[in-house]
């Protein structure tokens, strides 16, 4: 039961998190495009890392300005949702969209030559 609470109060976070970073006024934040990928809050509700991803931009900028944002986006997380208490907020850059990316382009750069299809077919492998 507790498990299925916090699952909720995650999604809440990351739903609320995504509005909130559109109106952050720093623009090392407002200027790359940032994606919450995850919200894990701790069973107690005193600390929550928040998982992000960017393409844009220089990483270690955006780290600086969310660190820099985090009391207003604490402040607007605290007015939207009805906790008793507001997390305190870690951002951790998650690469796995990056990655995944990057690995979907070497996929598609992959050719396959004539040579190849040909053997295939004379060893009966298709």
């Known amino acids: 039961m507790a498990n299925y609470r916090r699952g ?7 739903r609320e998190l995504a509005s909130i970073l559109r109106d952050v006024k720093d623009p090392r934040v407002s200027g790359a495009f940032v994606s919450i990928t ?6 107690d509700l005193k600390f929550a890392k928040i998982y992000y991803s960017s393409l844009m931009g220089d990483k270690k900028e955006l780290a600086k300005g969310l660190r820099a944002a985090s009391g207003f986006i604490r402040s607007q997380i605290a007015q939207r949702l009805n906790l008793r208490i507001t997390p ?4 951790i850059l998650d690469d796995s969209v990056a990655h995944g990316a990057h690995i ?3 996929l598609n750069s992959i050719t396959f030559s004539e040579d190849f299809e040909e ?3 004379e060893n009966g492998e298709e």
């Not at 909720?8 to 990351?14: G, K, L, M, T």
């Not at 995850?38 to 069973?43: I, L």
């Not at 305190?88 to 951002?91: D, G, M, N, R, Y």
């Open 88 to 91: 305190e907020l870690t951002f």
């Open 38 to 43: 995850a919200v894990d809050v701790t069973p």
């Open 104 to 106: 979907s382009k070497l």
């Open 8 to 14: 909720r109060i995650n999604d809440e976070v990351q």
């Open 119 to 121: 053997n295939e077919e």
